[in-house]
């Protein structure tokens, strides 16, 4: 499971016969311990991937085509490494595959087996794709203010609320999220979307917090569990959700989400750079 080991940043076959064994876990204990995240989860959420580049043969040898959807709960074992999901979907290319019913239950049993916990599969065809929503992260932007920004590695302390004044109910958003592949070192694009409840959070250091990631190194799905934990330790909202939307790499785009009180899932509209 050391990410070391998996076929990212390396020289690949790819194969086009169905192969299950080419995805790779990477134990999501590995991001989290490091930010002190070893007992109770203090979020629930999900990472929703997107693929792209779905294709399959049916019966009579004829290429299909989907637009894949994962659900990972946040509370599985493992995540799957980007590069063995790009690998294993591509192993269906020349797989002759009985139904897309039969695809679906092949992809959610293979998935859930490797993230070690029950995936939610949803396959778009053709015939749906001019419903798939196109939309931005609602919220008030955080890009709007011009500031000075210098620090370029997550820094907590940049981070402050007024604890003294009364609460806030607010949803912040910032376009301007960047963060780098831990293996290859590539950057990752994306937005971030941070709903809370409680001391109003000063709008410039958010900004200059979520800017500060810019040479960080880390999974998608590491890196918005950094951002929880640091809002919440240095912010304390009694509520508080994170929702990233990463740019696609490879035919594929991951979203994690994070929250710590009941509300509902994203509706998984994609926005204008995805």
């Known amino acids: 499971m050391n990410p070391d080991q998996s076929p990212l940043g390396k020289p690949v076959d790819y194969l086009e016969r169905y192969d299950p064994a080419l995805l790779f876990p990477i134990e999501r204990s590995r991001g989290r311990t490091p930010i002190g995240l070893t007992g109770t989860l203090p979020f629930f959420g999900s990472d929703i991937w997107n693929a792209y580049e779905l294709s399959w043969l049916n019966s009579r040898g004829k290429p299909q085509i989907a637009i894949a959807t994962f659900a990972v709960p946040a509370d599985s074992p493992n995540i799957i490494e980007s590069k063995s999901l790009k690998l294993y979907l591509g192993s269906f290319a020349h797989t ?7 695809l679906g239950k092949t992809l959610r049993a293979d998935l859930s087996a490797v993230a070690g916990a029950s995936v939610k599969v949803q396959l778009t065809l053709p ?5 798939l929503a196109l939309d931005e992260l609602e919220g008030i932007s955080l890009d ?3 500031l000075d920004a210098d620090i370029y590695v997550p820094t907590p302390s940049l981070l402050s609320a007024k604890f ?6 607010e949803t912040v958003t910032s376009n301007l999220l960047k963060t780098n592949c831990p293996v290859t070192g590539q950057p990752d694009w994306g937005s971030v979307q941070i ?18 990631f810019r040479n960080h190194t880390g999974f998608h799905e590491q890196c918005v569990e950094q951002m929880f934990v640091d809002i919440q ?3 304390r909202p009694t509520r508080l959700a994170i929702y990233a939307r990463y ?17 509902p899932m994203p ?7 995805q």
């Open 96 to 102: 002759a595959v009985e139904s897309v019913d039969v």
């Open 127 to 131: 015939a749906e794709f001019g419903k």
């Open 144 to 146: 709007r203010l011009d």
């Open 164 to 169: 003294d004044e009364a609460t806030v109910e």
């Open 195 to 212: 709903h809370y409840n409680g001391p109003q959070i000063d709008h410039a250091g958010l900004l200059r917090y979520i800017i500060s």
């Open 233 to 235: 330790r240095e912010c």
């Open 247 to 263: 740019t696609r790499r490879g035919g594929l785009d991951i979203n994690p989400f994070r929250t710590n009180f009941s509300m």
């Open 267 to 273: 509706d998984n509209a994609r926005t204008g750079r």
